[in-house]
């Protein structure tokens, strides 16, 4: 069988049955997973326990909403999240289906996923490159690797008759890369599993990374149940002390077990949702799509940002910069370097050759247009040049030679005294140059350099502005030479000293406590190699919160490993499946914009948290402890489930409260130390006006202590929120959004409502409450509330001190 004839019909099927599809591993389950994940948390199944507890007490109303909060919570998260990953699924359409292949001595169309090593593959300019393989026969061939290797110029390719195991690299083709320019037959060495693709995905696979939202739920959970543990031990063990032998211990378990559910904020997972499907759904009329939920929180932790500079920073377009010229040239270096490229108008354009027409003036457009080429020479690597030879009408005919400034040197066409000063000038200010020579048949002459650049995107000054003032700082990875990188650094406002940048491989190869110590200085690492980004990407992730965003396939183990993932559209399917974020225009605004969009939902997110638990906690130890003093029990099981959901309402519409602009000034993480202090601080103060309203109405009756201490207790947390909303001054800190403001009134007509009703007074064992004694609580309520903004302001200054 002659080599590129291809395999026979019945070879490549008994080779697929061997190797298998040329297809990677879809994820199986992934919707059952995506319920799993719901009830992974610590929180929910807290969550489900205090709701069967509460059944269990007989209170099928406030054990419904428990079930409620939990399920809605989850349902909008799997909905979102579901909703997200089918919309990233569609993306994979542009993905090539069919190829063109040798089989049986002819061409045919066959299935990607049908081949099968050993296939000889007909690709031509602008195929997606369907498995690995070996280039057998190649003309002009030049790849686009900027999957893998994140570098935007092509790659030439060259034939080889060696065999697969002793092939160098550039004579192979990864699954993914495209061809730019040319035509090539190669052979496929590896399909489906076993390709290089593969296993960057396998890598991807198996790092390891928690959302810093579910690590902070679940840190909070934690220290909610212990404390609740520890407390009601306590308050048991003291009533039996007490009591003796008289202990009602059916009646304590169960008050104990009802004030343990009364603490738990079961509208959290609630609130988490509404704030992050807000913003969720903010993120979607910028044209981005987010696959995991909780990333839009994650991402208002992050302090550190790592892109790429091409299509990110810049705008991934060459456009011609600057010129040197030769005064005794008969033609202009652009109109020659334009001649080298006649055929671009029938492919596919270089970057290069594009931006070479696009800089062409109506004059020179017409001066090129004269000639008709004759013959075009290819890319030859070790010369780093093409030619082409042109004629025009009049006989004239020239042989131009384009290519790197080294070949004119090395060519001796031009010396560098001469041009060494220029050279060095372009490099220095980030431009790319190519040099020209023609022969019109009195032997080679230089024609002279043109410069180009990849332009800085038009928002990119404006963007990296915005994440300074949101103390974010930005670092570049890219694959681009070091002066290259360093001046767009230099122009983005990312770089004031040569020492903030550095080659990648230099970096690693400096002692361990020197990485540590400069990795955070650095704001553009250079010639990166795509395997070091794994690596730079695990040493940032030690001092810093780090988003992510990549394109390329070798990206995807970086993505997993950071805190937050993105991708734009275009990228590779490994790297888009692992990403938590899918960008469709490639802009970094829009990633800053979402730091601040994530941050304004974590801020929502802690006022819930602080509120609650100061609340919750406040409520929890004044009853815990006067049930010590009194021979009943100060509030009744159920009035304590009722109290809870009353006060959760208004505060689970705290998710689309309004963020001040201090608030997302910083990155955003559960700083459990300040929680802690505000929790006690502000919970002591919560407490001590518990213990007075149990002190005014304990002796009158228990229908008169328990009907009052409820009413008390929902107004003063309904006031409690309109203060911890925000550590500033409330007079500082405007307006809270309408729909809390609505709530809240709704549940302070419900609570003053629910006694004064017969029917729901029967129900909860309400009393009806004097004119007197609703003075007496209001009064007192505003006093709490005065209390509680002299006691924030200084403890906002000693937590901001400390931030």
């Known amino acids: 069988m002659n080599e590129l004839n291809g395999l026979s019909s019945s070879e490549a099927a008994k080779r697929l049955a061997e190797y298998g599809p040329n297809a990677l591993p879809t994820p199986r389950y992934r919707l059952l997973r995506l319920i ?4 992974k948390g610590v929180f929910n199944l807290i969550l489900l326990v205090a709701a069967g507890v509460t059944f269990a007490l007989g209170d099928t109303i406030d054990g419904a909403f428990i079930l409620l909060f939990v399920f809605l919570g989850a349902a909008l998260n799997i909905f979102q999240e579901h909703k997200s990953n089918a919309a990233a699924d569609k993306l994979k359409s542009y993905l090539v289906r069919t190829t063109t292949v040798r089989r049986d001595g002819k061409e045919q169309e066959v299935p990607t996923d049908g081949l099968v090593p050993g296939d000889i593959l007909k690709l031509e300019s602008g195929d997606i490159v369907p498995a690995d393989a070996v280039v057998r026969q190649a003309r002009e061939l030049l790849v686009d690797e900027t999957t893998f290797t994140g570098e935007s110029i092509p790659v030439a390719k060259q034939a080889t008759a060696a065999a697969e195991q002793e092939v160098a690299e550039e004579h192979r083709l990864l699954q993914g890369v495209s061809i730019v320019r040319g035509n090539a037959l190669a052979e496929v060495t590896a399909t489906g599993v ?17 959302s ?4 902070g739920v679940g840190r909070i959970s934690t220290f909610i149940l212990r404390t609740t543990l520890v ?18 211990i059916p009646g304590l378990l169960i008050f104990a077990i009802a004030l343990a559910v009364s603490v738990i904020p079961e509208a959290l997972p609630l609130v988490l949702t509404f704030s992050l499907s807000r913003g969720a759904l903010q993120f979607a009329k910028r044209d981005v799509i987010v696959k995991r939920l909780s990333s839009v929180q994650d991402l208002g932790s992050v302090n550190l940002l790592c892109t790429d500079k091409t299509g990110t920073i810049t705008e991934n377009h060459l456009v011609y910069s600057n010129d040197y010229l030769i005064p005794e040239s008969r033609f202009h270096p652009l109109v020659l370097a334009r001649l080298a490229a006649q055929h671009v108008a029938q492919r596919i354009p270089e970057p290069f050759d594009r931006a070479t027409d696009e800089a062409l003036s109506p004059g020179q457009r017409a001066e090129a247009g004269a000639f008709k080429l004759v013959e075009e020479e290819a890319f030859e690597p070790a010369l780093r040049s093409n030619g082409a030879i042109v004629r025009r009408d009049d006989g004239l005919q020239l042989h131009i030679r ?12 031009v010396s560098r005294e001469r041009v060494g000063a220029w050279l060095l000038d372009e490099e220095r200010r980030g431009r790319r140059v190519l040099g020209v020579s023609y022969d019109d048949g009195g032997g080679a002459r230089f024609g002279g350099f043109v410069s180009f650049v990849d332009s800085l995107k038009a928002t990119t000054a404006s963007t990296v502005e915005a994440a300074k003032r949101l ?15 360093e001046a767009v650094g230099r122009e983005a406002g990312l770089v004031s000293d040569s020492s903030e940048v550095i080659e990648a491989t230099t970096f690693l190869a400096l002692p361990a406590y020197e990485q540590h110590d400069r990795v955070g200085r650095i704001r553009v690492f250079a010639r990166t190699k795509p395997e070091q980004k794994l690596e730079l990407v695990s040493l940032l992730k030690e001092q810093y919160t780090v988003g992510f965003l990549g394109e390329g396939i070798n990206d995807a183990p970086a993505l997993k490993a950071a805190h937050v993932s993105m991708v734009v559209q275009s990228a590779a399917d490994v790297a888009r499946e692992t990403a938590d974020i899918v960008l469709l225009k490639n802009d970094l605004r829009v990633i800053v914009d979402g730091i601040r969009l994530g941050r304004e939902t974590h801020a929502n997110t802690l006022k819930y948290i602080r509120a609650t638990l100061v609340s919750n906690f406040g409520n929890f130890y004044a009853v815990a402890v006067g049930s010590l003093f009194i021979s009943f029990l100060p509030m009744l099981p159920k009035q304590l489930l009722l109290l809870n959901l009353l006060s959760d309402f208004p505060m689970m519409a705290i ?7 201090q608030e997302v000034a910083r990155p955003q993480k559960y700083d459990f130390r300040a929680l802690y202090i505000i929790f006690v601080t502000l919970g002591l103060v919560s407490s001590v006006f518990d213990f007075l309203y149990f002190g005014l109405f304990y002796r009158i009756s228990p229908e008169v202590l328990q009907t009052n201490w409820f009413i008390a207790s929902v107004i003063t947390e309904l006031l ?13 800190a405007g307006w809270p959004a309408p729909v809390v403001v609505l709530l809240s009134a709704g549940a302070f007509v419900v609570t003053l409502a629910l006694p004064m009703i017969p029917a729901t007074a029967a129900l909860f064992e309400f009393s009806m409450p004097t004119p007197a004694h609703l003075g007496i609580i209001v009064a007192l309520a505003a006093a709490y509330l005065v209390i509680t903004e002299v006691a924030k302001r200084p403890l906002a200054r000693f937590l901001g001190g400390r931030q």
């Open 36 to 39: 799993a994940r719901q009830f």
């Open 194 to 210: 076993h390709t290089r693709l593969a296993a960057i995905a396998k890598t991807a696979s198996s790092v390891q990374s928690e």
């Open 212 to 215: 810093e939202l579910t690590k």
């Open 231 to 248: 407390t009601l031990l306590f308050v048991i063990l003291a009533n039996i002390m007490i009591d003796g032998r008289n202990t009602d």
């Open 402 to 413: 384009r290519g790197s400034p080294e070949y004119f040197l090395e060519q001796r066409l």
């Open 471 to 485: 103390n974010v700082a930005v670092t570049i990875i890219t694959g681009d030479a070091l002066m290259v990188a």
């Open 655 to 661: 998710a689309f409260d309004r963020v001040s602009d």
């Open 720 to 732: 409690l929120l309109v203060s911890i909303r925000s550590m500033l001054p409330v007079e500082k």
